[in-house]
C-alpha cells in the first residue's frame, strides 16, 4: 500500500517525536520515590563507583570534613579504567611545569581538546578541567605517586602530558587506596548502586539504594549534600559496547573491566529522567588485534607504516592516508569489508623495524614477546608472512589481483614521489613484488567511552528539563563530551581525577571553578 | 604450576542444541549429574558463577589458591568475569589472560 506523506505530515510527526521525547524522562522519573521506607546510613556524600575518579571524590570530601561512602560494583579499585590505562595524565598548571619551565595556559588546553574533537566537545566540563587539573594532579604528586615525567605528545601543543615511568595508570590507583584506607572510607565493593532516590517536588536527589551482588542484601543511604555518580563508562563489555557504537558493534577489541557496562547511568535516567548524550563517541584505535572474539592487544602499526609499510582493506586496496592521525583512521574501518584492514610490508621493512623497536613497543597494550609473535605467524589468523603473493593473500583473505595492482601502483607513487591516491608525502621505499610479505590484520581497538551525563561547570547533572538536578553530580567516564568526537591521549585520566577532585570539593561548597 | 594448579573443574556447557548423548564432560566433573550444574535451565547454557561457587567455595578463595608473583586469574584488572570464559567442560578450557598478554604457562591441568 503507498501512502503520500504530506510535509506538513512528516513536521507533525517531528514534532510529536519530540514531545515524546521530552515528555518519556519525566514520566519515567514520576516512578522515583524521595526516600526508602527506612534509611540504613546517612552521610554527607554518597560516591558511586571506585575507581580514580571516584576514590579522588571520596578523600577530597573527607577532607573538607564531610562523611562519605563509597558503593561499587566491583570488587575492588583494581578492576577499574584507571588501573588499566597507561598512566599520561594531561594537565595545566603543575608543579611539574613549573619546575621544567614548560609555557601553557588553561585555554590553549581547552582548544587542544575542542580542536581534536571536532569541536564536538561541551565546554562546561573541558574548561573545568583545563583549569584545575594542575592542583588535581599535585594533589597526586604531593600524596606519594610513584616516579613519573613531563613528555610531549601528540594533539597536545604544549608540554603538558605527565607520563608514569611505569606507563601504568596503577600508580594512581596505589595511592587513592591508600589516602582512601588512611581516611578510613567506606567501600562497599561488589555492591552496585541499584536506585536512586529522587525528590522530584524539590528537584532533589536524597540518596541511593546499593545492592550486595553476593547476597543480594540491599543498603539504602540517605546523602545530605549529593550523590558523585563516577561509575565509568560502557566499553567493559562487549554487549554494551556493541548497543551504543553501531561502527563497531559485532567487531573488534572492547576493552575495559566488566563492570563498566554502563547500567549505573541507566539507573540514573530510569529514576531521575536524566538524559545522556555522546554515546556514541569512543576512544578507538585502529589497531586491535582480536583474539578469541572481542580481546587482543594494540599493534603500533605506525612503526612498520613509518619504515615503507602501507594499509590495505580486504580487497587489497589503500583506503586512506597512513599518516593520517591513528583516530582519525578509525572510522574509515567500519566502510571496509569487514571493518578491517591490515599493515602489509615486505621482509626487509618488517626486519628493519624489528630491529629499530622492541616487540613490546610493536604489539603492546599489553605487550607481547617474541614467543608469543612467533606463535602467532604460525597460528596464521592475525599475524601473515608469506613467500609469495599468492600465499599471503590465501592466508589473509586479501583480494590477490587487489593487492597486486596495489602494489604496482604504490611502487608507482615511490618512484614519482607523488602518491596520487591519497597524498602521502614520506615514501622511500618500494614494497618489494617478489616477497616474502608480512601482514598484521587489525580491528578497532575499543578502550574508553565519552558519553553520559551533560554537566554544569560545577558537575551537576542536568536533568530532563536540562537544568541541574540538586545533590547530583558526575565525574570521570560518566561525563558526556569532554573529548568530542574524537580522544586525546591523556585526557580520559586527567578528566577522571580532576573531575573527582573537583566534585567532591564543590559538593562540600567550593565555588571558585 | 601456577596455572594448572589454577584447573579446578568448573562447569561450562555453551552447547546450545547439544544432545545429551554427546554432551561429553571432562575431567573430575564426569561423575556428577547434570543438573548438578544446569539444574532449572530451560536450555542449556553455561552455569552462572554461583553455581559453580556452591562447590568451589569463595571467590576470594580462588584468589588465594591462585595468587602469583605476577598474574592472579582470580584477582584480575577483569574483575569476577564468568567462571565459564575461562573454564569448561564441554570441550578445551581457554586462558583468556592469553587473549591480550603473553603469559607463559598459561596450561590448564590436562591440556
Given at each position: 500500500m ?6 506538513r505530515?512528516?513536521?507533525?510527526s517531528?514534532?510529536?517525536?519530540g514531545v515524546?521525547?521530552?515528555v518519556?524522562?519525566?514520566m519515567?522519573?514520576?516512578n522515583?520515590?524521595a526516600?526508602?521506607?527506612k534509611w540504613d546510613r546517612?552521610v554527607d556524600?554518597?560516591v ?5 575518579a571516584g576514590?579522588m ?6 577532607d573538607?570534613?564531610g562523611?562519605?561512602?563509597v558503593?561499587d560494583?566491583s570488587?575492588s ?6 588501573r588499566?590505562?597507561?598512566g ?6 603543575t608543579?611539574?611545569?613549573?619546575r621544567e619551565?614548560a ?5 590553549a588546553?581547552a582548544h587542544?581538546?575542542?580542536d581534536y574533537g ?5 565546554k562546561e566540563?573541558?574548561?573545568?578541567f583545563?583549569?584545575h587539573s ?5 594533589w ?5 605517586l ?6 610531549k ?6 608540554l603538558r602530558?605527565v ?6 595508570g ?6 587513592l587506596?591508600?589516602?582512601?584506607a588512611?581516611r578510613k ?5 561488589g ?10 517536588k524539590?528537584?532533589k536527589?536524597?540518596?541511593i539504594?546499593a ?6 542484601k540491599?543498603?539504602c ?7 558523585i555518580?563516577?561509575?565509568?563508562g560502557?566499553?567493559g563489555?562487549?554487549?554494551?559496547l556493541?548497543?551504543w ?10 576493552i ?9 547511568m541507566?539507573v540514573?535516567?530510569?529514576?531521575v ?12 584505535y585502529?589497531?586491535g588485534?582480536?583474539?578469541?572474539g572481542?580481546?587482543?592487544?594494540y599493534?603500533?602499526f605506525?612503526?612498520?607504516t ?9 580487497n587489497?586496496k589503500?583506503?586512506?592516508t597512513?599518516?593520517?592521525g591513528i583516530?582519525?583512521?578509525t572510522?574509515?574501518?567500519a566502510?571496509?569489508?569487514g571493518?578491517?584492514?591490515?599493515v602489509f610490508?615486505?621482509?626487509k ?5 624489528r ?7 610493536l ?5 607481547w614477546?617474541d ?8 597460528k ?5 608472512r608469506a613467500?609469495?603473493?599468492?600465499e599471503f593473500?590465501k592466508?589473509?583473505?586479501i583480494d590477490l589481483e587487489?593487492?597486486?595492482a596495489q602494489l604496482?601502483?604504490?611502487?608507482a607513487?615511490?618512484?614519482a614521489?607523488n ?6 608525502t614520506?615514501?622511500?621505499v618500494?614494497?618489494?613484488?617478489n616477497?616474502p610479505?608480512y601482514?598484521i ?6 578502550n574508553?567511552s565519552?558519553?553520559?551525563f551533560?554537566v554544569t561547570d ?6 530532563w528539563?536540562?537544568?541541574?538536578v540538586?545533590g547530583?553530580?558526575?565525574a570521570g567516564e560518566t561525563v558526556?563530551?569532554v573529548?568530542?568526537a574524537f580522544?586525546?591521549g591523556?585526557?580520559?585520566c586527567?578528566f577522571a ?5 573537583m566534585?567532591g ?9 | 604450576m601456577?596455572i594448572r594448579n589454577?584447573?579446578i573443574a ?9 544432545s545429551q548423548?554427546?554432551?561429553?564432560v ?11 550444574c544446569?539444574a ?11 553455581t559453580c561457587l ?5 571467590y ?6 591462585t595468587?602469583?608473583?605476577k598474574?592472579?586469574?582470580h584477582d584480575s584488572?577483569?574483575?569476577r568475569?564468568?567462571c ?7 570441550k ?6 592469553h587473549?591480550?598478554?603473553a603469559?607463559k604457562?598459561r596450561?590448564f591441568?590436562g591440556?
Open positions: 503507498t501512502k503520500t506523506i504530506s510535509r505530515h512528516l513536521l507533525g517531528a514534532a510529536a517525536a515524546a521525547a521530552a518519556t524522562p519525566a519515567a522519573a514520576q522515583a520515590a526516600a526508602p521506607a546517612t556524600v554518597v558511586c563507583g571506585a575507581g580514580g576514590l571524590a571520596a578523600c577530597q570530601v573527607a573538607k570534613g562523611s562519605v561512602v558503593v560494583k570488587y579499585p583494581y578492576h577499574s579504567a584507571t588499566m590505562c597507561g599520561l595524565f594531561t594537565a595545566y598548571g608543579a611539574i611545569q613549573k619551565g609555557k601553557d595556559s588553561w585555554e588546553f587542544d581538546i575542542m571536532a569541536y564536538m566537545s561541551l566540563p573541558v574548561e573545568l583545563a583549569k594542575g592542583e588535581a594532579f599535585d597526586l604528586e604531593n600524596h606519594g610513584a616516579p613519573h615525567h613531563l613528555e605528545y601528540a594533539g597536545h601543543s604544549n602530558a607520563r608514569q615511568d611505569s606507563y601504568q596503577v600508580d594512581y590507583i596505589d595511592v587506596v591508600k589516602q582512601a588512611e572510607i567506606k567501600i562497599y565493593a555492591t552496585p548502586m541499584t536506585r536512586i532516590f529522587f525528590d522530584q524539590a528537584n536527589v536524597t540518596g539504594e545492592t550486595s551482588l553476593e547476597t543480594g540491599k543498603i543511604i540517605q546523602a545530605k549534600r549529593g550523590v555518580l563516577a561509575t565509568g560502557i566499553t563489555t562487549p554487549q554494551s556493541d548497543f557504537v553501531p561502527s563497531v558493534a559485532g567487531k573488534g577489541v572492547s575495559g573491566c566488566s563492570a563498566n557496562d554502563g547500567s549505573a541507566r540514573a535516567v530510569r529514576d529522567g536524566v538524559p545522556l548524550s555522546h554515546m556514541q563517541y569512543i576512544a578507538s585502529p589497531c588485534i582480536v583474539v578469541n572481542r580481546n587482543g592487544p599493534c603500533r605506525w612503526y612498520f613509518n619504515a615503507g609499510g602501507i594499509l590495505v582493506n580486504k587489497g589503500r583506503f586512506v597512513e599518516k593520517e583516530c582519525h583512521i572510522p574509515h574501518l566502510g571496509n569489508p571493518g578491517w584492514h591490515l610490508m615486505d621482509k621493512i618488517y626486519d628493519a623495524t630491529a629499530k623497536y622492541k616487540t613490546g613497543a604489539i603492546g597494550l599489553p605487550a614477546n614467543d608469543r609473535v612467533e606463535e602467532e605467524f604460525k596464521g589468523q592475525n599475524l601473515f613467500d609469495t603473493l599468492e593473500c592466508l589473509s583473505g587487489g593487492l597486486r604496482k601502483q604504490w611502487n607513487a615511490v618512484e614521489k602518491d596520487t591516491q591519497f597524498g602521502r614520506d615514501m622511500t618500494k614494497i618489494d613484488e616477497g610479505f601482514g590484520k587489525m580491528f578497532p581497538w575499543n574508553l565519552c558519553g553520559g551533560r560545577h558537575l551537576q547533572v542536568l536533568g528539563d536540562l537544568k541541574p540538586g547530583l553530580y558526575a558526556a563530551g573529548h568530542g580522544y586525546c591523556g585526557n580520559a586527567g581525577h580532576t573531575s573527582g577532585y566534585a570539593q564543590i559538593v562540600m561548597g567550593r565555588t571558585d571553578v | 601456577l589454577v584447573a568448573l562447569a561450562s556447557f555453551a552447547l546450545l542444541g547439544l548423548a554427546n554432551a561429553a571432562n575431567g573430575s566433573h564426569a561423575s556428577l549429574k547434570c543438573d548438578t544446569h532449572g535451565q530451560a536450555a542449556p547454557a553455561a552455569p552462572a558463577q554461583k556452591q562447590c568451589h567455595g569463595s576470594e578463595a580462588l584468589a588465594a589458591k595468587k602469583g608473583d598474574f592472579n586469574p584488572h577483569m574483575g568475569i564468568d565459564t570464559q575461562c573454564h569448561a567442560m564441554h578445551k578450557s581457554h586462558y583468556i589472560c587473549d591480550c598478554h603469559i604457562d596450561k591441568k591440556e
